[in-house]
């Protein structure tokens, strides 16, 4: 349903990243964490982490408007939502509170918890790609970003992610003479 809301948009035109973002909360998100409460320990095997970001990700660049070629953490983070598995936790965590199996107190624990391994994620290391430097360089906190509140665009997209119609971006894939401005 998500991919059929999709098709009605681009980068930078056809349905707005505002409009993307409600399907993403309304749409998206409620399909993806039906029943999640029963099936949550799947999200401890790396193989259902790496699938659920490979399904997120045609979401986030619907939300952000950014191109193909921005990595899905730097997407993450600059839209200001968490990795899919990371947000399936939060959402039974929210239901945990909901029903009373845990505290506000124990919540609030719960998600700083999440977001400490956002940021985890999103810390360069020697073992994870080099993907994202630019967005990293710009947002290095993920947590002051998450509680940010910003209106994305085409254009925005393109700044933090260093992914756009920049000399020297185009440059690398030889589209332009040189990588330097006029």
Request: hydrophobic share 35%; aromatic share 8%.
């Given at each position: 349903?998500?991919?059929?809301l999709r098709r009605m948009s681009?980068?930078?035109w ?7 973002m ?8 409620p ?5 999640a ?8 095997l790396?193989?259902s982490?790496e ?6 990700r ?15 953490a730097?997407?993450?983070v600059?839209?200001g939502?968490?990795p ?8 039974c965590?929210?239901m945990?509170?909901?029903n ?21 994620r ?8 080099r ?6 360089n710009?947002?290095?906190?993920v ?7 910003m ?13 756009g ?11 332009s003479?040189?990588p330097n401005?006029?």
């Amino acid at each position: 349903m998500f991919q059929r809301l999709r098709r009605m948009s681009s980068a930078n035109w056809g349905v707005s990243q505002t409009t993307a973002m409600v399907n993403y909360k309304a749409v998206f998100l409620p399909r993806i964490t039906y029943a999640a409460e029963i099936w949550i320990k799947c999200l401890e095997l790396k193989k259902s982490i790496e699938k659920l970001g490979s399904i997120q990700r045609d979401a986030l660049k619907a939300v952000t408007g950014a191109y193909n070629t921005a990595s899905t953490a730097a997407l993450q983070v600059i839209a200001g939502l968490m990795p899919l598995d990371l947000e399936i936790k939060r959402h039974c965590a929210r239901m945990d509170l909901r029903n009373g199996r845990c505290t506000p107190d124990e919540y609030d624990a719960k998600i700083n918890e999440l977001l400490d391994i956002w940021q985890d994620r999103w810390n360069p290391t020697q073992d994870t790609p080099r993907t994202g430097d630019w967005t990293r360089n710009l947002i290095p906190c993920v947590k002051t970003r998450y509680g940010l509140p910003m209106k994305m665009n085409h254009y925005i997209s393109q700044m933090l992610t260093g992914h756009g119609d920049f000399y020297g971006k185009l440059h690398s894939f030889k589209l332009s003479p040189s990588p330097n401005c006029r």
